[in-house]
Every structure is written in structure tokens, then in C-alpha cells.
């Protein structure tokens, strides 16, 4: 008996209720047991069961969650892979075919946080789509069970893939899914499965081409029709089409912004987009169409009732002006005077020279501490991403030097607005502080502290980096050392060195270039700092050598939020 969309999902969810990864294998892979199973199992876990529905409508899709007992609020992101699958089979285009993916959490049978994989196609009433759903409901070709890798590195991939070639699972298909930056290898399962389901997905967190192209090179065909000679090329031209559009998602952040959007939306309810438009004295087309694509992002989610409305999700709610950890500061920040210099890139590419410095006639520092408004922004976008600053008060030189017997001296060199040196000024009250910054941030950081209630403990010096206070028991340089060649990296060391008594430590905030090249938040501001200041991100043993050649000795370094890192440094032995 075929069963409707209803009794599958329900069928799905009960399933991943009820299983693990190590009474699952073994039956969708009979010939896998002993020490290879444990290995497999190891490696990647149970995380979904996939199936694709077919409702007619936004709100059709909500009374089935509800009938499972999913939650109907579930937000949705486009399918890129089934999108193409489902236009291979049924000779469609595949911009005539609306796929979206949503992801219903479930519990396994141990508690464990597991999801249901839906992928959804409208296909209203009288629809020309509908044969593709009848077709689809009898097959089941979309209907998988998923195992994700718990440690994505190209090696385990690879030889997950060998292991289950040999077991019988033959390469069904996959792809790169950039909107959630998730590579999807599918398999299907050999004939003697011992489970309703026939394919299996091994899915890994971000981009791995190279095991995705080797896959694709076994597929030897796709629900009985061969791959297309260009489908390669076609997925090259869609992803580097994503890639080119990025620009597009910079400025549509910076605009949701700046119309204080987040600030007119209501994140428990949905605001129709004319009432919404009334709210910001904006266009209701207009901002229609902004807050479709930024739904595309998750910054803000359609009306699951199917009206035109919207409301703010809690990535949107990271724009909030007057949110505890806004990043407001750096969406106008990036889409602004950094992203004028960013049209230059070709320009430090081709001489050296930073892009700012050619756009504006002066360095970025020069041109913000000249304008005032400029200046405040800049300050608050770089205490915008002080999160990383949370674990340091916990920090061992930090708490060591609160529980001294006698008080001891942060000094913050360079602190910017004072807001690392208040947090930690906060967290320990036996400590005084002293901030060496440029005059105008000198006075942000003074009325900063006072609110912060810690600025009686705190000293103020205006200056440069030759003005390093002596005598402090620990030094902090955060986020300073990537804004400069190493040359002058060297000259600030040397400066902290000398100011730096014997018993002193160094902390150093930065973020670190993997060593193995994957891929990492440090290697994008990499060329940020390239282009806008001249300076640039550094490996830890590249921080090291530049630390010896100041006469200090990298001890550790420990990571932080927003894949920053803490480095300790004292002076090398005589």
C-alpha cells in the first residue's frame, strides 16, 4: 500500500527514535561487523532519516509537522542536491523546481539530538508537478538514512568510502550544498538490506570536492539515466554563481541594518511586510524582495501560515542595535569603507600597497581617527566581535595574577574602547588596569570603564606603541599585531619587551592560520588585513619566530570564540 505524505514522515520520525549508528550499519551493510563495524561506527553517527513530501502549501506542510509531532516553525534552507537529482529524472529545469530543506529535531533512543530530513516541493492542486510527486511517492528515490562524519578530514572520508564500497554500496550522486557550507555523499545500499531504506548519505561539514569528484567518478548511473557530459561543469558554474553573489549578501545585512529592520520586527511573531514597510518608511515590494533573500540567509523566516509576513530569527537578532552582543557595527563597517577598498583588491594584489591607502590618500587609521563618526563606528565594530574576549578573564596568567598576594597591573596596549580590559577588570576586583591608546580612544575607553563601573582601578595613557607603561605584571595585545608587517611587529614586541619586568607575561589575541590549509575564518581576514591595512594573519609558529627575535618565548597558545586564539608569551632565558 502506498502511504501519504502524513504516514511516511510519521514512519520517518519513529525510525530515528529508534535506532544507533551500531544496530544500523549492520543492517543496511549485512556484510559489516567486528572491529571494522566499531571503527565505522566510531567515525560517523545516526544523525536523520530523509524522505521528500509533496504539500500543497506552506500550510499544509505545518499540519503534517504537527500531526508528527515536529515542530511546524522549522526553518527552511534551499536544497541544491535534490533540486538537480529531481531535474535529472524528470527532464525538468531545475529553476521550476522549488526544493527546500527542513530539519525537525527528533531524540534517539538515548536522548541523543537527531533530526528528521524533509525535503519539500509545493505541488498545489492540478499542478503540471504532479506526476513528479506520484512517481516520487512510489519510488521513494529521495528516501535515505544518514550518517555524519564526526571528524570531517579527507582521509576518514576517503576510507569510509572504501569500506562501504566493499561492503556492496555502490555511489548514487552528491554534491556541495553551499548555502549550509555541507558536502552530501549518497550511496544506495546492496539488495540484502535488512531495512526499509535503500540509500544511504555520509554527510560532512564543509567543502570536500576532491572525495565528492572521486565518488562521482564510480556513479555509473542515476535512477537509469547516466550523468549529463556537463553536469560537472554545470555544478562548477552554479557554485562559482554563489560565490559571486556574496557582495550581494554584504550590503543586504548592511541594509537590513540601516533601515533598522531588525528593530521594527518581532522575533516570536510575524510582521506582514506592509505593516513592516509603514514601520521603516520603506517600499513594500521592495522590502519584500530584500527579506526573501535574506530568509534565503535565516536572518529572517517567511510566516509558516503561508501570509506575507516575516519575523526576526535569532542570527537576525544579532543585528539589534542595542542587543548585549551586536553585530550591527561590523555589517555597516564591512559594507562600507572596507568594502570600497575591497573593488581595489587587484591594486595590493598587483603592487603590495594596501587598497585603502590608494582609495582614501592615507591609512585607515589616519582616515578614521580624522573623522569622528568614522572613528566611533570602527570602535564599536571591533568591540562588536568581543565575544572571542569571554573564556580570557578564566585565562591561568589572568586568575594567577588576581590571587597574588599583593595587586597587580593589566596593561591593555592598544585596547580600543577598554572592552576586554573592562571584562576582566569585572570578573576580578583586586586588579587595576592601564590602557595605552590613541587620545580620541583614550576618552572612549575612560567613559566606557566609568559605566562598566571599573574605571576608579583603571590608569590612562595616550600614546603610541614606543609609550608602553613600565612595570605592569601582565600585558595584553589584542587583535594589534595582524594590522602590521612583521617588521613592525618585531618594533611592538621589542617595545612590550623592555617595558615587560622579569616575572611579566604577554597575552596575544589573534586568529591563527591552520597550519594544514583548511579552511578558517584567519585565511578571509587574511586578505582583509592585506587589502584595508597592510598587515596579515600568521601561523603560531610564525608568531613564535617573531616573538624570539624580540628576546620572548611563545609558551602556549589556547583557542577562543570566533576562531580566535590566546597566545602567552614571557622572556626567553638568558
Request: aromatic content about 6%; hydrophobic content about 40%; some cysteine.
Amino acid at each position: 500500500m502506498l502511504l501519504d505524505d502524513t504516514a511516511r514522515l510519521r514512519a520517518a520520525a519513529a525510525f530515528v527514535r529508534e535506532h544507533d549508528s551500531a544496530t544500523l550499519l549492520p543492517l543496511l551493510l549485512p556484510g559489516l561487523r567486528g572491529p571494522e563495524l566499531k571503527s565505522v561506527a566510531a567515525r560517523c553517527r545516526f544523525a536523520h532519516a530523509g524522505l521528500l513530501l509533496f504539500p500543497s502549501d506552506a500550510q499544509d506542510l505545518r499540519s503534517r509537522l504537527v500531526e508528527c509531532g515536529l515542530a511546524a516553525d522549522t526553518p527552511a534552507q534551499p536544497s541544491v542536491v535534490v533540486r538537480a537529482r529531481l531535474a535529472r529524472r524528470h527532464h525538468r529545469d531545475a529553476a521550476e523546481l522549488d526544493v527546500r530543506i527542513l530539519r525537525p529535531r527528533v531524540h534517539g533512543p538515548a536522548g541523543e539530538r537527531r533530526v528528521v530530513e524533509v525535503f519539500t516541493l509545493h505541488v498545489p492542486a492540478h499542478s503540471d508537478l504532479e506526476p513528479i510527486a506520484a512517481h516520487e511517492r512510489a519510488r521513494g528515490h529521495e528516501a535515505h538514512l544518514a550518517f555524519e562524519l564526526e571528524s570531517p578530514d579527507p582521509v576518514a572520508l576517503h576510507g569510509l568510502c572504501a569500506v562501504l564500497a566493499r561492503h556492496g554500496a555502490r555511489p548514487d550522486g552528491g554534491g556541495y550544498n553551499p548555502h549550509e557550507d555541507g558536502t552530501v555523499l549518497y550511496f544506495t545500499t546492496p539488495s540484502d538490506t535488512a531495512c526499509g531504506y535503500r540509500r544511504l548519505e555520509l554527510y560532512a561539514p564543509g567543502d570536500h570536492r576532491d572525495a565528492l569528484a572521486a565518488h562521482l567518478e564510480g556513479l555509473e548511473g542515476l535512477d537509469g539515466l547516466d550523468e549529463r557530459p556537463d553536469a560537472d561543469a554545470d555544478r562548477s558554474a552554479e557554485t562559482l554563481l554563489h560565490l559571486l553573489t556574496g557582495a550581494w549578501t554584504t550590503q543586504a545585512l548592511a541594509a537590513f541594518a540601516r533601515l533598522r529592520l531588525p528593530e521594527a520586527m518581532e522575533p516570536g511573531a510575524a510582521v506582514g511586510t506592509r505593516e513592516l514597510a509603514r514601520r521603516t518608511g520603506t517600499h513594500p515590494e521592495s522590502l519584500a524582495t530584500l527579506l526573501r533573500y535574506l530568509a534565503m540567509l535565516d536572518v529572517v523566516a517567511e510566516d509558516p501560515e503561508g501570509q506575507d509576513g516575516f519575523r526576526l530569527t535569532p542570527l537576525g537578532g544579532l543585528l539589534l542595535a542595542d542587543s548585549p552582543d551586536t553585530m550591527r557595527p561590523l555589517a555597516l563597517m564591512y559594507a562600507g569603507p572596507f568594502y570600497r577598498s575591497f573593488a581595489a583588491l587587484d591594486h595590493t594584489v598587483r603592487t603590495g600597497k594596501p587598497a585603502f591607502d590608494e582609495l582614501f590618500g592615507e591609512n585607515h587609521f589616519d582616515h578614521f581617527a580624522r573623522d569622528p563618526e568614522l572613528a566611533d563606528l570602527f570602535d564599536r565594530s571591533m568591540a562588536a566581535s568581543s565575544r572571542m574576549f569571554r573564556p580570557l578573564p578564566a585565562h591561568p596568567v589572568i586568575t594567577a595574577a588576581a590571587q597574588a598576594p599583593a595587586p597587580r597591573t593589566v596593561v591593555d596596549v592598544a585596547g580600543g574602547n577598554g572592552e576586554l580590559l573592562g571584562r576582566i577588570l569585572t570578573a576580578h576586583p583586586t586588579l587595576r588596569g592601564t590602557l595605552l591608546e590613541r587620545p580620541h580612544a583614550v576618552e572612549t575607553a575612560r567613559r566606557s570603564l566609568d559605566a562598566a563601573g571599573c574605571g576608579a582601578r583603571c590608569d590612562y595613557r595616550s600614546g603610541d606603541f614606543a609609550d608602553v607603561p613600565h612595570s605592569g605584571d601582565v600585558y595584553i595585545l589584542s587583535r594589534v599585531l595582524h594590522d602590521w608587517d612583521d617588521d613592525k611587529c618585531r618594533e611592538i614586541l621589542r617595545h612590550c619587551a623592555r617595558a615587560m619586568p622579569a616575572h611579566a607575561d604577554l597575552l596575544i589575541v589573534e586568529r591563527l592560520l591552520p597550519a594544514d590549509g583548511s579552511p578558517s575564518l584567519a585565511t578571509a581576514w587574511d586578505l582583509h588585513m592585506m587589502c584595508n591595512v597592510g598587515g596579515r594573519e600568521r601561523r603560531a609558529d610564525q608568531y613564535a619566530r617573531l616573538l624570539a627575535d624580540a628576546g620572548l618565548e611563545l609558551l602556549d597558545h589556547t583557542p577562543l570564540p570566533l576562531e580566535a586564539h590566546v597566545m602567552h608569551a614571557r622572556r626567553a632565558p638568558a
